[in-house]
């Protein structure tokens, strides 16, 4: 049987019409982004038979046992991956939000710089486990407003102040599930906790520079 690691669920965004599921490892309190990279060697997503737990998509706060190796695909920038191995993931139980406010600070900015996007090649520069591409935000203030974005979709972006002090604006939202409630009317109030993650590197039309990294918010928990 491969070994199980036990993470609880922070994010189980769209990626590429399947899902990027990532957490922190309660062993370690360390960040681990699961990736298929034997099936998709370009960017691991998590295709949906793989992902299913009792019949349903992971949740946010889910606490599961996954199947994982203890290396995996960098992609070229990324410190947090790990190959999933065969074997049914499991569900162990639910976090409290407040369980993990202690893994919010300590870092200057959101994703190393204030800007919307991080360069692959700074990233690539810095010492391996410094290649941060996940980071959870304790955020008192978020708005959010649906674009169209330059494929023509229509997307929701938001922007957060963080309890520290820092911002992000105009990320795009990739939770699937916090998207479905705005898409009812929903405004975010009070306290949240975001998961922020850097994209797999893309430019829009007539970008001058190499292809960045996105800042996304990739999981919002409400408290």
Known sequence: M?????????AN?????????AGIDLDTGKWIRPVCDSLYPE?????????????REPELLDILGIPLADTGNDFGFECENLSVLNGQWQYLGKAQP???????????YILHNSWKY??????????????????L????SFSVEQRTSSKGNSEWRGTIQAADGQRLAGAKI????????????HQPKGTCLVTVSLSIPWAPP??????????????????
């Open 2 to 10: 491969s070994p199980l690691k036990r993470i609880v669920c922070l």
């Open 13 to 21: 965004s769209w990626k590429l019409e399947e899902r990027c599921i």
């Open 43 to 55: 960017d691991g997503r998590i295709p949906k038979p793989v992902r299913i737990v009792e019949g």
């Open 98 to 108: 407040t369980d993990l406010l202690r893994y919010c600070s300590g870092f200057t």
């Open 118 to 135: 991080v360069n692959p090649s700074y990233l690539q520069n810095l010492p391996f486990q410094q290649r941060r591409t996940l980071q």
């Open 137 to 140: 935000v304790q955020v008192v």
């Open 174 to 185: 990739t939770d699937p599930m916090f998207v479905k409630k705005l898409e009812t009317g």
């Open 206 to 223: 007539n970008w001058d520079g190499e292809d960045p990294c996105w800042k996304l918010i990739a999981g919002v928990i409400e408290i």
